[in-house]
């Protein structure tokens, strides 16, 4: 369903060396129309070299969601597309993580983050919230702008 794009036309995702953040992973869907693709959803693992704070985005995350969002709107194959939403898994020291759900509707840049997950003690629980999150399909109109909550 979804492919690896890694080494596409992400550049310029880095501004600053420290703290330390960038994309690991990133896939799209894997649509057989290449003319009228039907989702332009990405889904990225990203690091921070930062301890997570719940309730606290960093500006890494939001940067890569701001300019992978951007990128993808600016590929030939999505020009009928005005959304491109972004599920970003952030994993961050020491061994935290969570799950950020990123779209623009046209005047509001909406990021909706989990709660801070705490892989060092293995929690079954939280590995299956990631998995199902991962692993789930696309839903959405993205030729249309979404109804702003302003």
Do not use: C
């Amino acid at each position: 369903m979804f492919t690896s794009i890694l080494d596409q036309p992400f550049v310029d995702l880095y501004q600053f060396s420290y703290p330390k953040f960038g994309p690991t992973w990133i896939v799209q869907v894997k649509d057989n129309n290449k003319q009228q693709p039907s989702h332009s959803h990405l889904k990225v693992l990203i690091y921070n070299n930062l301890d997570g704070v719940d309730g606290k985005l960093y500006r890494g995350e939001v940067i890569l969601a701001l300019r992978l969002m951007a990128a993808q709107l600016r590929r030939l194959r999505f020009i009928k597309h005005l959304v491109a939403p972004v599920l970003l898994f952030s994993f961050m020291g020491p061994q935290h993580a969570r799950i950020i759900e990123a779209f623009f509707t046209g005047t509001t840049l909406v990021l909706r983050p989990s709660r801070l997950y705490d892989f060092r003690e293995k929690d079954q629980a939280a590995f299956r919230h990631f998995a199902q999150w991962y692993f789930g399909k696309p839903i959405g109109d993205t030729m249309a702008l979404p109804e702003s909550s302003d």
